[in-house]
C-alpha cells in the first residue's frame, strides 16, 4: 500500500508564488507518472501537470509557463511551483501516482487527499 500526503497550500493573493509537495510512503519498487490534478468548486477534476519517468512532462494550457512539476527520486517526492497564481487557480489540488510496489505486480493508482489552494485578495 502507498500512501500520498500533499502539504504546501493556502492562501495567496492574486500573483504571488506556493510551492506544493506530496510525499509518498509505503512500498514502492518503481513509478510510472507522478502527477498533480486540481478540483474548483462545481467542477470536475483536471490534470494539472503530470510526468512520465523516464519520458515527458505535460502541462494544462491554463497553467503554461507559470506551473513547474519537478520530482526527488531520493526523496519520492513531487513538487509543483505555482508562480503568478490567479483566482481561477482555487482549488484543491490533489497528487496522484502510478506506482509498482513489488517486482512482478502491475502498476496501481494512488491519490493523495489534496490540499486546497485558495488565490484571493
Known amino acids: 500500500q502507498v500512501q500520498l500526503v500533499e502539504s504546501g497550500g493556502g492562501l495567496v493573493q492574486p500573483g504571488g508564488s506556493l510551492r506544493l509537495s506530496c510525499a509518498a510512503s509505503?512500498?514502492?519498487?518503481?513509478?510510472?507518472?507522478m502527477g498533480w490534478y486540481r478540483q474548483a468548486p462545481g467542477k470536475e477534476r483536471e490534470l494539472v501537470a503530470r510526468?512520465?519517468?523516464?519520458?515527458?512532462?505535460t502541462y494544462a494550457d491554463s497553467v503554461k509557463g507559470r506551473f513547474t512539476i519537478s520530482r526527488d527520486n531520493g526523496e519520492k517526492k513531487v513538487y509543483l511551483q505555482m508562480n503568478s497564481l490567479k483566482p481561477e487557480d482555487t482549488a484543491v489540488y490533489f497528487c496522484?501516482?502510478?506506482?509498482?510496489?513489488?517486482?512482478?505486480?502491475?502498476?496501481?493508482?494512488?491519490w493523495g487527499i489534496g490540499t486546497l489552494v485558495t488565490v484571493s485578495s
Open positions: 496522484n501516482w502510478d506506482v509498482r510496489s513489488q517486482i512482478g505486480m502491475g502498476f496501481m493508482n494512488y
Open positions: 509505503g512500498s514502492i519498487f518503481s513509478i510510472n507518472t
Open positions: 510526468i512520465i519517468i523516464g519520458g515527458s512532462t
